[in-house]
């Protein structure tokens, strides 16, 4: 998808929300259970309810992969039926990959391309440890899209991400700066966790114009509206996720309909920042 | 597996060697083509051909990524082959995954585990950017390993991972530092690239008893001597990856054959590093 397309979508659904398809077969409404795919008719019942209140969705490759054969083929029919939106919805695989150049190439192939295998996502999630050979392979499809890790919403981003280098950056913020040169903001995002809204200004600095991915943030508007005033850009600039928060709204029959009110809770606190940003 | 057994198989066969299966299906010879599975049955000829020389065997998980749902059932079938040789043969998924905890938890399933999906492998590569909580839940399985990146062999390496922070070490070296202790010299390793020798006799510093796997050595003696000098310990603590100089030492119907050659010429240096350490 191309960024024009993107912000065109935001514009026109008011709305700058990434529902995490973070499907857990325990978490499944006992309902659906004897399905023939229960993942792929959850996700389905999911996309079905949401697909006019989001702009995108990022199925996260582990809730599949521990599925084994069957998950991989839940993903497969979940990305298929989301081709149905191909001009409105953004497509991300959180998978968090990322190796040397030849092995890139590979996943890129498994993700991004569409021939013969591949599961033809918009955008990656790529881990940046293995540095540049191990981005820029999944740069090479036209209007397909890297989200590099920068900054993440867990305990553990303390560990290595905010460790102060000699430059006097910390490490994410030199990830952000080198990184930025492998692509451009045509084709990159960052994810950028919302437990630290104040880091937002420093981010913004280094990438004015770049889509973030901002995961972590609830129902609660109020961290929402903190990402919003120190994160949003002129374009709107951000893709905020949501996973559980949506998906398992209610753990019963009304699991669909629930995963809208939610969806829509938070739509409507978008769309008054998007408003008040001038944008819509 | 455990690390005494590891180190016993070590013994026994004179060898650290591990052999990377990261079949490519445009690589496999064409007599192989029209086999039911030609990258399950590439592999288990290779296996049958090296399972006395190699200690581990390591498949990187894009490779049957690639392949869509058949690279998954190659892959299973693969680990699932592995299972005869499980005294003596350490299996390790070449995977880089690393995620919010309760996404690595089903990464955790997906690769560590038995049941009902797990490939059951002995150990998993994980990258450390997003820190603690993301690395752990690897660690949950009594005898199942962590081999975190620390310093690749890639030239993107230098881009953060030899970052040098404030604290006066390279990013690599305070990765070390700090994800030592999540678990112990028995339940996790480090990829430290062996392009770098002289960066072994540092890292010895930092964890002189664990284990280290070095990809990068070629089918040439030099570097893999290199890498014994500066980063072998009392119990050899050295697991040395070879994948395209073994498995594609031949494009023909000799490729087993020719790749057993291979991976003699490799396991004699290794046999005579042993012998000059004492362990043999």
Not at 11 to 35: A, M, V, W, Y
Not at 145 to 168: M, Y
Request: aromatic residues 10%; contains cysteine; charged residues 25%.
């Amino acid at each position: 998808m191309q960024k024009s397309t993107l912000i065109k979508s935001i514009k026109n659904k008011r709305s700058f929300l990434c529902i995490g398809l973070d499907t857990d077969p325990e978490k499944i409404p006992h309902h659906l259970q004897n399905s023939e795919d229960p993942v792929f008719e959850f996700n389905k019942q999911i996309i079905d309810a949401t697909h006019d209140v989001a702009v995108a969705y990022k199925p996260n490759t582990a809730f599949y992969e521990s599925q084994g054969i069957e998950g991989w083929a839940s993903l497969k029919k979940t990305i298929r039926y989301l081709d149905q939106f191909k001009d409105s919805i953004f497509t991300i695989a959180d998978a968090k990959r990322g190796d040397i150049g030849n092995t890139s190439e590979r996943y890129t192939k498994a993700f991004l391309a569409t021939q013969p295998h591949g599961f033809d996502f918009d955008a990656i999630t790529v881990a940046p440890y293995m540095g540049s050979d191990s981005v820029k392979p999944f740069l090479s499809i036209k209007d397909k899209w890297v989200i590099l890790l920068a900054l993440t919403s867990n305990e553990g981003a303390f560990d290595f991400q905010t460790q102060k280098l000699e430059n006097g950056n910390q490490l994410f913020e030199t990830v952000i700066d080198i990184s930025k040169t492998w692509g451009s903001d045509k084709n990159m995002m960052y994810v950028t966790g919302a437990t630290k809204a104040e880091m937002f200004t420093r981010i913004r600095t280094i990438i004015p114009n770049h889509f973030l991915l901002v995961p972590g943030v609830g129902a609660q508007g109020g961290s929402l509206e903190d990402v919003c005033k120190y994160g949003m850009n002129k374009e709107c600039g951000l893709l905020v996720n949501s996973s559980r928060g949506i998906i398992y709204a209610s753990r019963h029959d009304d699991f669909a309909a629930e995963a809208r009110k939610k969806a829509l809770e938070i739509k409507h606190i978008m769309e008054k920042e998007l408003l008040r940003a001038g944008i819509i």
